[in-house]
Nanobody
Framework: QVQLVESGGGLVQPGGALRLSCAAS????????MRWYRQAPGKDRDLVAV????????NYADSVKGRFTISRDNAKNTVYLQMNSLKPEDTAVYFC?????????WGQGTQVTVSS
């Protein structure tokens, strides 16, 4: 079965950095696009970044362009989100996502809090 396990969240000061990881299993990781979403309290879950299976090209939400970098290690079945220059408005639960078999799968999420 598909499993996604996020890690790496925490409390960081504005301007700081965090690196999130998502370990995937239960599917052929290298063949699937991987996404990071985030959800702040009382708000919708929004797409942050996607990395495509072929060629590793990426797309980002405008709010994180130039600050966040998504990457993948197909040998480790892991997708990463490097977050730099963090702002208080980046505070949210961050989720890893894959669409497999026309169904969305999610991890449990990891909390990121940006506060002084």
């Amino acid at each position: 079965q598909v499993q996604l396990v996020e890690s790496g969240g925490g409390l960081v000061q504005p301007g700081g950095a965090l690196r999130l990881s998502c370990a995937a299993s239960g599917f052929t990781f290298s063949m699937y696009h991987m996404r990071w979403y985030r959800q702040a309290p009382g708000k919708d879950r929004d797409l942050v970044a996607v990395i495509f299976s072929t060629g590793g090209s990426t797309n980002y939400a405008d709010s994180v362009k130039g600050r966040f970098t998504i990457s993948r290690d197909n040998a480790k079945n892991t997708v990463y989100l490097q977050m730099n220059s963090l702002k208080p408005e980046d505070t949210a639960v961050y989720f890893c996502n894959v669409n497999y078999g026309f169904k969305d799968y999610w991890g449990q999420g990891t909390q990121v809090t940006v506060s002084s």
